[in-house]
């Protein structure tokens, strides 16, 4: 007797779009997503389906339907479960889905707050794809603000290095648009692992704002801290100071070197000074960094006193990487961590332009910082924590 062999995953995809076109799409990616769940399952469990093996570390229990709003419809999915003592949440529906449901409700929050244009409006359709109600966003927001809390609440640990950076987005406050500051910490494990440790919004003074911060990271357990990176504003200086006075602190040599531009007198002087510059903080310790700091402010100070003046003052700021290992020097000697962290913030909430409120622009930057930070501890080691390679 013959029989019919029976489609994949995949094969029913593809003649689910075949039979439809266009139309069937939102069948062939439920398909496709639900056969990639399954996969992931079974990698999981160290085991396909009924296969008997010591290996295994859990049993297949069932499967929970769910229907999942996409820019491409509705996906009507089928959630493969688990049982045994093992946890299992498929990442084809778990990333990425906070920062774009956090993005989708800060711009529904400007539409029904009253403060949307025409261009928030065609943004929020072409973004998200689906229309967003008052009652949506509301329940929605609860649900996401009680996850991103238990996030930036966390227990911390011991962060050898600690990176501080801070940028500004726009906010509206009493009928008025202001500045605001987002905070981010940002550090490597004793493991050499990097981690998103902290981010804080608010138009408060700025120094106030960091000395807050700063303390709440604190509570949270954050110990063991050899070295803290950052740029010399003002504010985060005397928070540092009243917080973590007697930590290490190594101003950003990437800025200190931008920083020096301004003391520069004539425009062809620029790549000379950048290269000798380079070259100090190059050094193969402190000591010969302080010997070319001297040589370098003698060759300028007949033609660039204010350089030289500022050269001596600041530059040493930037030496207490020294006292690491050396192989540690390039990773936590400037903020470019946390930089790059600022483009990919940059990226989500340009679309946005203004925020109606101090928690929309948490709730977004909470989003993305903690999805970053999942995959930088669960990804490769960024910085090796053994001293042997010094030796």
């Known amino acids: 007797m013959s029989h019919q062999k029976e489609l994949t995953g995949i094969e029913q995809a593809l003649e689910a779009i075949m039979h439809d076109g266009m139309n069937g799409l939102e069948s062939a990616i439920s398909l496709l997503v639900n056969e990639a769940m399954k996969i992931e399952r079974n990698r999981v469990l160290q ?111 011991c962060i050898p290095y600690l990176i501080l950076d801070a940028r500004y987005e726009k906010v ?19 493991d050499g692992k990097r981690s998103i440790l902290g981010v804080s919004v608010s138009l408060s003074e700025e120094e106030t704002h960091w000395r807050q911060f700063l303390s ?60 000798d510059i380079r070259d100090i903080f190059n050094a193969p310790d402190r000591k010969e960094a302080e010997r070319l700091l001297a040589i370098t402010v003698e060759k300028y100070r007949s033609r660039a006193g204010g350089l030289t003046e500022w050269m001596e003052s600041n530059l040493p700021e930037g030496f207490s990487v020294f006292k690491l290992p050396k192989h540690h020097w390039k990773r936590v000697r400037t903020t470019n961590m946390v930089e790059r962290l600022n483009r990919e913030l940059k990226r989500r909430t340009r679309v946005a332009t203004l925020f109606p409120n101090e928690a929309s622009l948490l709730r977004l930057t909470s989003a993305v910082l903690m999805e970053i930070s999942e995959e930088w501890e669960t990804g490769k080691t960024y910085l090796n924590m053994s001293s042997d390679l010094d030796r």
């Not at 509206?172 to 004793?190: E, F, N, P, T, Y």
């Open 47 to 157: 085991a396909e389906p009924w296969q008997r093996t010591d290996r295994r570390l859990g049993h297949a229990n069932g499967y929970k339907e769910r229907t999942l709003n996409t820019r491409v419809g509705k996906l009507d999915l089928q959630i493969p479960q688990v049982r045994g003592g093992i946890s299992f949440t498929p990442k084809a529906i778990e990333r990425g889905s906070r920062s774009e449901r956090a993005l989708k409700l800060s711009i529904a929050e400007m539409y029904i707050k009253g403060v949307s244009t025409r261009k928030i409006n065609d943004i929020m359709e072409k973004l998200c794809g689906l229309e967003v109600t008052s009652q949506e966003v509301s329940r929605c927001a609860k649900a996401l603000d009680k996850q991103l809390e238990n996030w930036r609440n966390r227990a911390i640990g």
């Open 216 to 275: 709440s990271l604190k509570k949270r357990g954050l110990h063991g801290i050899e070295l803290i990176c950052s740029d010399a504003h003002e504010g985060l200086k005397a928070a540092l100071k009243a917080t973590f006075n007697g930590v290490p602190w190594n101003r950003c040599q990437v800025h200190l070197q931008r920083n020096a531009f301004s003391y520069i007198p004539k425009k062809h002087m620029k790549r000379a000074v950048a290269q």
């Open 172 to 190: 509206r406050q009493d009928g008025a648009v202001r500045s605001c500051a987002v905070l981010i910490a940002a550090g490597v494990q004793s």
